[in-house]
């Protein structure tokens, strides 16, 4: 079979075993390199996709994909304000969106939970019974237990399993929310009002187990006195990760005086922190494939150096530099490529049994790496994604490709004469 000559001198001295064990040691630990760097990048982002995923989970379990709001205006009194009818009109027209699955009024009103000698702050979230299993699953699960109790003038609320810790709450227990207003001479005029805790609710998240309690749409708005509540639409989707595109799509479908965001505005803080964790690891990971890159310069450096008689024979039969190159790429190119391809298939293969390997490490070390009594997540999640490990393959390949480059140009530099004088 014909190959070209630098593809078969290349591959012959992959194949042949060097007589010197320091060339053939740091062979093996580039290729070694190169595989482990691979592999742990494509574990560390698929469990680093994994938590982003359950925190995505967890955030959109009792909050809206898109949410749709007043807008601000400077006038702040109440014929600012979107009237009922226009209301009523935004929510035909998200409902008749292209990408929108279900959508739901909501009434949110920021209040104080006192139950002596204790007081908290927390978010009163107004809504319909019926139309929350609209917006969110979790939401049909906390309320459909208590369907009879939050009926229209029950004042029934279901809070949070930390609120419910820190004032000794339990179903059936009285508490008084406390609303903060302004009375017309600017004097402060607190509204009270008492409610009866019809059930509490734990979603393994501090922002909404510390700080959400439920109640009936219509009790929130009776409780409610201009501009102290918030009034809105929270609006499901077929694909929540499609929220900024359907929300720029309802901006320029709804009239100015309405909001739209999404759940990536409301929660950009959580994501920018693992965007930058992501990177700077894939950064400090990615180390470890240019030092084995490193340790493949070094080996054919070594290998030029041992060939020189080689390489000058091959040119005095008239081989071109350029051909002399091409023996030395490929012999790098090779062992590079070896590394990366052993390390994606390592990578995915722990990638894609995290699940299985941990349980096992935990049992064997009889040690739990996520313990239930410190971390909501008790697992370690890994979700592979297919474009992540296209990318760190592609990276791994440049890398080993370009340490090919300096060796290769040394020994088409190599002169015939001067190598075979002393031979």
């Given amino acids: 079979m014909f190959h070209p000559l630098s593809v078969y001198v290349g591959l012959r001295y992959v194949r042949a075993r060097s007589t010197k064990f320091f060339v ?6 580039s290729l070694l390199g190169v595989c482990v760097g691979v592999a742990a990048l494509i574990v560390i982002l698929s469990v680093m996709n994994g938590f982003e995923s359950e925190l995505r989970d967890r955030l959109l379990s009792l909050s809206a994909q898109v949410r749709v709001s007043a807008a601000p205006v400077p006038d702040t009194s109440p014929a600012a304000s979107p009237t009922r009818a226009q209301w009523d009109a935004a929510m035909r027209a998200v ?42 699953e979790l939401e049909h699960v906390i309320i459909q237990g208590h369907l009879s109790d939050l009926t229209p003038g029950s004042q ?7 609120i419910a810790e820190r ?10 929310v406390l609303v903060p207003t302004v009375s017309a001479d600017g004097a402060p005029e607190p509204k009270l009002r008492e409610f009866t805790v019809a059930g509490v609710f734990e979603v393994g998240l ?21 501009g102290t509540a918030s009034e809105g639409l929270r609006v499901r989707l077929h694909d929540v990760l499609a ?13 100015k005086s309405f909001e739209v965001s999404d759940w990536t505005q409301d929660n950009a803080n959580y994501y920018r922190a693992i965007r930058i964790e992501k990177t700077m690891m894939s950064l400090i990971l990615l180390l470890i494939v240019a030092v084995a890159a490193f340790n493949i310069v070094a080996m054919l450096v070594m290998v030029v150096t041992d060939k020189r008689t080689d390489i000058a024979i091959v040119r005095t039969f008239g081989a071109a530099p350029g051909r002399v190159m091409g023996i030395f790429l490929t012999q790098g190119l090779v062992i590079g490529w070896v590394g990366v391809a052993l390390g ?18 935990e049992r064997t070390l009889r040690f739990h790496i996520m313990d239930a009594d410190v971390y909501y997540i008790t697992a370690i999640p890994s979700e592979v994604h297919w474009s992540n490990v296209l990318a760190i393959a592609c990276a791994a390949l440049v890398l080993t490709g370009l340490a090919t480059v300096y060796p290769a140009i040394r020994a088409a530099r190599v002169a015939p004469a001067e190598a075979l004088r002393y031979e």
């Fill in 206 to 226: 501090q922002d909404h187990d510390a700080t959400l309690v439920f109640a009936r749409l219509e009790d929130v708005r009776a409780l409610s006195f201009a």
């Fill in 95 to 136: 409902q008749g969106a292209p990408g929108v699955a279900d959508v739901a009024p909501y009434v949110e009103l920021q209040a104080l939970a006192v139950r002596q000698p204790e007081m908290l702050p927390v978010l009163l979230r107004g809504i319909d019974p019926q139309a929350a299993a609209s917006v969110t």
């Fill in 167 to 176: 004032l000794g709450l339990s179903p059936g227990d009285a508490l008084t």
């Fill in 24 to 29: 053939s040691f740091i062979t093996w630990t």
């Fill in 243 to 255: 929220a900024p595109a359907v929300a720029a799509r309802l901006r320029a479908l709804l009239p």
């Fill in 156 to 162: 029934h609320l279901i809070v949070g399993a930390v």
């Fill in 344 to 361: 994606v298939l390592l990578g995915l293969a722990l990638a894609l049994h995290v699940d299985t390997i941990v349980p096992a490490l």
